[in-house]
């Protein structure tokens, strides 16, 4: 099946550094998304992608649909504590009601 | 509170055992899914529900069965639970023509022995 590659794996970084994370795909999506789940809680969409080529902003969060429409990135600037967590990203393929595929995550760890 | 809340939090129960999660949304949606996250906290969906019709089966065993009394509840049914089908289970829900924002419950932990 279709699956995302999403890096990197884990961060560990200092208050106040900016942090990057992207995901890519072999395949098409006509949608990205970018989630936060904090431990012990569901995840939390945190921006949603429609265009190719759309960068949004969320505060310090800023995303971008790829130009071919198999990758994304998300930045983070200058983070806080609280934005420690995992970040997922998930794609919706082409005429699949619905049907999200997310990647394995990417743990952000964020020292004071 | 306006929001997706599952029951219960947490769930052990011995390895035979036929078990039910429970799912309520209050955000007014129209369809309901399930996902299960695994260990390595891969996320995967296993239904989803839109005017009481499932629209999405992900191969997942017939043992687990999703059911929607109505809109507003999917509710997820497991027998003969498996050492395997320990995880922790979310409940998320969305408008029909909104699919890709999802709004997630805490989650369910099930652990089986």
């Known amino acids: 099946g279709q699956q995302l590659n999403q890096s990197p794996q884990s961060m560990f970084i200092q208050e106040g550094e900016d942090v990057s994370m992207n995901c890519t795909s072999s395949?098409?999506?006509?949608?990205w998304l970018w989630y936060k789940q904090d431990p012990g809680e569901g995840p939390v969409l945190l921006i949603a992608?429609?265009?190719?080529?759309e960068l949004t902003s969320n505060g310090r969060l800023t995303a971008q649909f790829g130009i071919t429409r198999k990758d994304s990135f998300l930045n983070i600037s200058a983070s806080i504590p609280s934005d420690v967590g995992i970040y997922f990203c998930a794609g919706q393929p082409g005429g699949s009601q619905g049907n999200l595929i997310f990647g394995k995550g990417t743990k952000l760890s964020v020292k004071p | 509170d306006t929001a997706v809340s599952q029951t219960p939090k947490y769930l052990v129960t011995q390895m035979g055992n036929d078990k039910s999660i429970k799912c309520e949304q209050n955000l007014g949606h129209d369809t309901m899914y399930w996902y299960k996250q695994d260990s390595k906290k891969f996320l995967k969906i296993m239904f989803s529900y839109n005017n009481k019709e499932l629209i999405i089966n992900e191969t997942v065993p017939n043992r687990f069965s999703p059911k929607s009394p109505d809109k507003a509840h999917l509710n997820l049914h497991i027998n003969s639970l498996e050492l395997g089908d320990s995880a922790v289970y979310f409940c998320?829900?969305?408008?029909?023509?909104?699919?890709?924002?999802?709004?997630f419950g805490p989650g369910t932990r099930l652990t089986v022995l």
């Open positions: 998320a829900s969305s408008f029909f023509d909104r699919e890709n924002e999802q709004f």
């Open positions: 395949s098409i999506f006509n949608t």
């Open positions: 992608l429609y265009k190719a080529g």
